[in-house]
């Protein structure tokens, strides 16, 4: 894969809320990763620490906005969203930034994930999806593959699984793409890309879960895991494997530039007559 | 009396209670009366059946529910069926004269309401306003002023014109079925 | 959208004084999902609050609306959500939150009658336990019961004024019957109210912890986010700090103080109304819209030659707990009518001495309980007292 290297010079120590470390998570789980990316996407952004609110729900990834530096929320499952935006619409020159995983955003916050998407409020999302309900032990998700073993889906998922950029794209958001944490300084990019729109932007990153995905479906370490999302990876852009199948579809699912939701309500409360 | 307790009933989109409100608005304003009112009303938005309750008193008005109907306003024969069960001794009716007809042995009033909206209006809409006049013009509960003046602060610009019209022809036959009733 | 026009004799709702108490305490920003009997609430503000330079947003769910306007209270704005049974079910989750994250928020609570959908139009009082208990775990709340218009005016602007001093969770409870009453209100209080605003950390951000202060009556400071003060909010069990901990010690601490700040100001929450109580025979225990039929009641019964009174908490929680053991010392015949099958009656069984003669009136019809059923109760239970005492 052609392209930059990750950002070597910038310092996202300067982040970290050192006490709090080390974290939860498990040896070859994607986390790490997508923390690192955002850092790195937050500073390239330059917005003051000051100004980022991150919230999250409940999950292993959820988990991230108590290890960073910022105005922090860990909220309730599957509820990320629903009070970010109300911190956005409570302080609209913030920057709101959502970490939420896969089961919370999509099973149990499924409808708040749609909606925020249909308002297009300035918030980022990054859904980092691990296949699986990682934190209460490795149940099956709503983006578990069909076929693939969780411990509450042990004849292997009967059910279709959700494709989230697409979903987001469907619903209505601005900016909405996939990629991976084996392909790490594309999701720094993207997330980048994410923060600078105005409106609601999803980047779903594709992670490793060893611990509960891979041991039960053949791939039991981080690396076995990581070269299998490599391997499935293909691109959606016109010459891309898109004719694969059964990969895992990477790139810019949405990517337009209607008008954001706090903007709009401040037009419309100005229309209104103070 | 010191308090009276007035129903408007009917079926819901007739705007009773509209009509309850700007009474006890009328009442209260302008007369410095204590009021309280209630509605009962269904799942419908149109049809079905609606009602509105007035305590209008010289005391403090605890209880929110009238135990009896003093007044009873029915444009409606199921409302009609339904309420004159609950008038107070010596309370009356006041029934929509095109369409209802109340049980014998009440003092029942016929006022021509929904006539007068459509014939004399040409706007049905009203109906609850001229309801409104004939309770004020026949019982005196408050007076042509008030529930003017009522109306009018409730009603938009453009409509102001066909309300007013509206409240001072349902006093107008609020005394006129009065003054029958009196003859009787 | 409520008429108030500030000043004058007005003929308002329950639901709108409710709105005016919200902005006199200093509202600006609503989030909410439509839901009778309370929608007005939400249809008022979405007029008022852009105008005002506040915030109305309607949510996906009522989930989301009680999560969202903790966000915004984050941020440091005055929030409130107002819903109905079905709502106030789904948003336990965060008021549990709300509590355990000690973030300031203010819910209506209009109550219908239930269970489930049950009566979307008519009133009940069956949300007075949940209002204490409805999510899960141990922590303490304020609820308040208005029995008038104005008083949904007075118990909203207290309910800020507590949320804000405490943060905590507080939930205005209006049933049914007050909430789409109309009455005459001399709309001046609107003017005359004081908004209580939050109390700010009087130490620098690097010294700043969230969840350090001393618990006392004057309640505790919290500081916003984007103002400079990093600080990590959560519903995990966590340290003074804000930051999770599974130290049993620190758990311990965190878990007592949103008990205990609450417990201490206990007499602060205090509010009640005692109504011909003195000489009572018969103690007529009712709050909310029943408590208005009640007092009817009393004066019939005084009237008859029988010496009734009444006894009326406007804070149904935290309960009056040390005021109620004085009311109910002497008391020997106690009447408790509500529109539930005995909640609160339960409640006050643990103040009552031994021998008081309990009687309860309960209704689940949606209607309300009117004097006579309560004149008739009271007479039967005070021709009992007579024929216990020829005995």
Redesign the interface.
Known sequence: MAGRRLSPAIDIEKYLRKRNLPHIWCAGCGNGIVLGALLRAIARSGFRQDDVAMVSGIGCSSRLPGYVDFNTLHTTHGRAIAFATGIKLGRPDMHVIVVSGDGDATAIGGNHFIHACRRNIGITAIIVNNYIYGMTGGQVSPTTPKGSRATTAPFGNAERPFDICLLAAAAGANFAARTTAFHADKLEDLIFKGLGRKGFSVIEAITPCPTCFGRRNQNPTGVDLMNLIREQSCGIEPGGKSEAPAGIRLGVFADRDEKEFTEIYAEMAAGAGR | MSVVNVRLAGTGGQGLILAG?IL??AA??SH????????????EARGGASKSDVIISDEV?????P?TIDVLLVLSQAACDKYCGELSPGGAVVFDSSGVVPPPGLKAMGADVTGIAVRELSNEIVANVVALGVLAGAFGLVSAEAVESAVLARVPAKAKDLNLKAVRRGIEEGRRIRSEMEKK | MSGAKRGGIEVLSGNDMCVEGALAAGLSFFAGYPITPSSEIAESLSSILPRRGGCFVQMEDEIASLGAAIGASLTGRKSMTATSGPGYSLMQEHIGYAAMAEVPVVIINVMRGGPSTGLPTKAGQADVMQAAWGSHGDYRTAALCPSSVKECFETTVKAFEWAERFRIPVTVLPDEIIAHMRENVDTRCIAEAKPFDRLKPGKPPEEYEPYSYEISKEGAAIADFGRGYRFHVTGLAHDATGFPTNDPEEISRCNWRIIEKVEIARSAFTWTEKFMLEDAEILVFAYGSVARTAKDAVLRLRAAGIRAGLYRPVTIWPFPASEAREVFREARKVLVPELNAGQMAGEIEKYLTRGCDVEKINRLDGEIITPVQIMEAAKALHGRKKAQSSD
């Open positions: 409100l006890a608005e209260a304003r410095g009366k204590n009021v309280v009112q209630t509605n009962s009303y269904g799942p008005i605890y209880n929110p529910k135990e």
